[in-house]
């Protein structure tokens, strides 16, 4: 070949070359795009979503209040004297409470005008009068100035939800009603302050005094029990598979079966749960018991291939040097491998308890739905569960319940938000690296 023709083959080579990098790159470019526009529409939905929350959830932190200075005749209020719950209640609170906002609003006449004005503020107002004496014995035949939560349909009124404009046949709120109500702002009687219902209500019908107390201890009881279940099966089943038990069919089949049940929903373990426990067994519905086990079986494959995972991560070294030095096999695993693997382990049991924590449907199948007023005391009383409350406040239709729900959501994800970030610091403080 002449020297020329070499000379416009290698000129013919760098072109190719040239022109094949700069569509490599442009490949390269391209993809990298479509990575950062993935993650940018990912963080945009997730801020929108926080967005959502935080707009409506805040204001649910909130509620309106009226303060009234209420005569705490003892005579009429405790017909016993002993100032007992059952004399409490046997007397005229709702009577001085009443009379209280009578006078406040000034001339009330009439039976009508005295029922609007009576459904200005909560109908469990009279409770949190007793309450109120109980702990403040010593203001019984005074005079005392206490807040009390306005009606669902007046907090709503204040928030700008229902209009003064609107007609009136078409609100739920009266003429009279609105009247009423700007009288007592004029007089600077409304306040709009941080709820002390949300955490230290239960279960309502009423939305202002509606709170999550109970379905938190219903959580917090099924969590402890799920814990107590599923953390040592969990851990004592991954260290049989992955250093105790031979490897043939069997065990394979086994590993098959835990990585199936990691995929199964949800509801699956609610209907097994209710089959077995309480059909079968005969356990009562809506304790705290029954929950944390329905959740125990749903969040055992998770924390067993988690811990699965960490005992492989130990490196072959360690064991070699247990052995060298003479530790027996039992001796071995739970003196050197398992130290080593339990911030894996700690990590994927936090993991797997966060997402037992957010689950609806299997407490939803075992009766965790129930209705129930009271605190539980233990895993054998009725309880609910705070994503059943969520999920129960979100079919109401007063508008104080959508922002007491979105109010319950933050609360549920911080506890989300807590548990991951402790597994987080939890494994960079215990890991070691070799």
Known sequence: MSENGKILDAAYARRKIKKSLAKRHFQE????????????????????????????????????????SVNLDQSRLDPKGDLSDQSLFLGEASELIRESLYKTLGVVDGRKEKKIARSIISSASDTRLINFIKENRDLVGKTASIRFALDDDVDTFL??????????????????????????????????????????????REAEIAGIKGALVGSVLAMLVCLCIAFPLGIMTAIYLEEIAPKNWVTELIEININNLAAVPSVVFGIMGLAIFIVAFGLPRSIPLVGGVVLALMTLPTII????????????????????????????????????????????TIIGMAQALGETAPLLMIGMVAFIVDIPGGVFEPSTALPVQIFMWADFAERMFVHKTSAAIMVLLGFLLLMNFSAVILRKKLEKRW
């Open 305 to 348: 291939i988690s811990s699965r995972a960490a005992i492989k991560a130990v490196p072959p070294s360690i064991r070699e040097a247990a052995y060298g030095i003479g530790a027996s096999k039992m001796q071995m695993i739970f003196h050197h491998v398992l130290p080593l693997a339990m911030p894996g382990m700690l990590t994927g």
């Open 159 to 204: 928030r700008g939800y229902i209009l003064r404009e609107t007609p009136e046949k078409e609100r739920r709120l009266s003429n009279l009603a609105i009247q009423y109500i700007d009288a007592l702002n004029s007089k600077e009687l409304i306040s709009y302050e941080l709820s002390d219902y949300l955490f230290s209500g239960s279960a309502s």
């Open 29 to 68: 470019t391209r993809f990298k795009f479509y990575g950062l526009s993935a993650v940018t529409l990912a963080i945009f939905f997730l801020c929108f979503l926080f967005y959502l929350i935080l707009s409506n959830g805040i204001p649910g932190l909130f509620q309106h209040y009226v303060t009234l």
